[in-house]
């Protein structure tokens, strides 16, 4: 789905499937099928003004979301910038709850700024973030291990 993209910047997007995940339930024997939302993004680089529309955007159609979401993504801003405040006011930043160093990920071979995410629902605990060397791209992963809570594994 495209994110809003003012005159001749570069197209932006947002990508987002339903899985159906398999849960093992602590009193039952059978696993089961849980579903949750996967979404990735990249917003536009030069323009804050750009991707706080970007941000704004994507929370509303996250709002039509129903099952637990994760969205991960190169936003292209730093923690403190307001697209990522927009962001953070209904998903959770998984690095701040689970990481363990500065979060750099940008650039991978000098890396300096932190703006690649992970961020979840609510539904989710976090158990732990790191970045992780590679020299697959340009940028360092982040990866996040989480939880869906129980009562939602439960329902």
């Known amino acids: 789905m495209a994110l809003p993209v003012p005159g001749s910047l570069e197209p932006r997007g947002y990508l ?6 398999e849960v093992e339930l602590e009193l039952e024997a059978d696993a089961r ?37 994760i969205l991960t993504g190169d936003l292209n801003a730093r923690p403190d910038s307001p697209e990522v405040k927009t962001l953070t006011e209904s998903l959770v930043d998984a690095w701040l709850d ?22 979840a629902s609510r539904e989710f605990d976090v158990v732990r973030a790191q970045v992780v060397k590679s020299g697959a791209s340009d940028h360092l992963p982040v990866v996040a291990d989480l939880v869906l809570s129980a009562a939602e594994r439960a329902d």
């Open 16 to 21: 987002a499937v339903e899985v159906e995940v």
């Open 33 to 69: 099928g849980v579903p949750l939302t996967f979404a990735t993004t990249h917003f536009t680089e030069s323009d804050s003004g750009a991707r706080a529309r970007q941000a704004e955007h994507l929370v509303g159609l996250l709002r039509g979301v129903r099952t637990p979401t």
């Open 98 to 119: 689970g990481g363990t160093s500065d979060g750099f990920s940008y650039s991978a071979s000098r890396p300096a700024r932190r703006i690649d995410y992970v961020l």
